[in-house]
């Protein structure tokens, strides 16, 4: 099974600042097959990444993912109020289908 | 527009058993392949169970293999999730998830969820 580890664990900013949250992968992973996901108080979790960068439909493009080895990096540029919320990094090319344990961007 | 609406959670003793079902509309239901994810009150998100579109192939996480049955009925555009046995650690919201995919196991994000519904396991 492979393990995602987020970090951090919570994220403290202000609106208009850049969050930057990591998920490393405990063994190789095909950085196609990396997804983000953003999870508001009482809402299920929407798809905002797959493919490790590309973005889900309607998703703004101040959402970002990349890769690198087994570390994959979510940068959301300026965020909005809207953006504070918490944060789950997935990979769906092996089974089961793993999630790492979120991180929370919360309002400074 | 796809639509994902869980029902059938609620209160149920330890060891009991619990059918949730999910009714999907706006997309061919069965051309998709579905899931169930849970989240356990305060916690993170955990794969529970695949079928592919047919429902000829299905997939257990290790914890829920043998105590939970995933099914669909492609006819009435519903997905089931039999739970037996459970557990106080079973108690979460269960969601009803697709996959832009026919197979379960076909790499690919969750692309809709429903709004999920919550099993609390209990004495």
């Known amino acids: 099974e492979i393990v995602l580890t987020q970090s951090p664990g919570t994220l403290s900013l202000s609106p208009g600042e850049r969050a930057t949250l990591s998920c490393r992968a405990s063994q190789s992973l095909n950085s196609i097959y990396l997804a983000w996901y953003q999870q508001k108080p009482g809402q299920a979790p929407r798809l905002l990444i797959y493919?490790?960068?590309s973005r889900a439909t309607g998703i703004p493009d101040r959402f970002n993912g990349s890769a690198s080895g087994t570390d994959f990096t979510l940068t959301i540029n300026r965020l909005e109020p809207e953006d504070f919320a918490v944060y789950y990094c997935?990979?769906?090319?092996?089974?089961?289908?793993?999630f790492g344990q979120g991180t929370k961007v919360e309002i400074k | 527009e796809v639509q994902l609406m869980e029902s059938g959670g609620g209160l149920v003793q330890p060891g009991g058993s619990l059918r949730l079902s999910c009714s999907a509309t706006?997309?061919?239901?069965?051309?998709?392949?579905m899931h169930w994810v849970r989240q356990a009150p305060g916690k993170g998100l955990e794969y529970v169970s695949g079928i592919s579109h047919n429902g000829g192939d299905t997939y257990y996480a290790d914890s829920m293999r043998g105590r939970f049955t995933i099914s669909r009925d492609n006819s009435k555009n519903t997905l089931y999730l039999q739970m037996s046995s459970l557990r106080a650690d079973d108690t979460a919201i269960y969601y009803c998830v697709r996959t832009h995919s026919n197979n379960w196991y076909s790499a690919q994000s969750f692309d809709y969820w429903g709004q999920g519904t919550l099993v609390t396991v209990s004495s």
């Open positions: 493919g490790a960068s």
């Open positions: 706006g997309f061919t239901f069965s051309s998709y392949a």
């Open positions: 997935q990979q769906y090319g092996s089974a089961p289908r793993t």
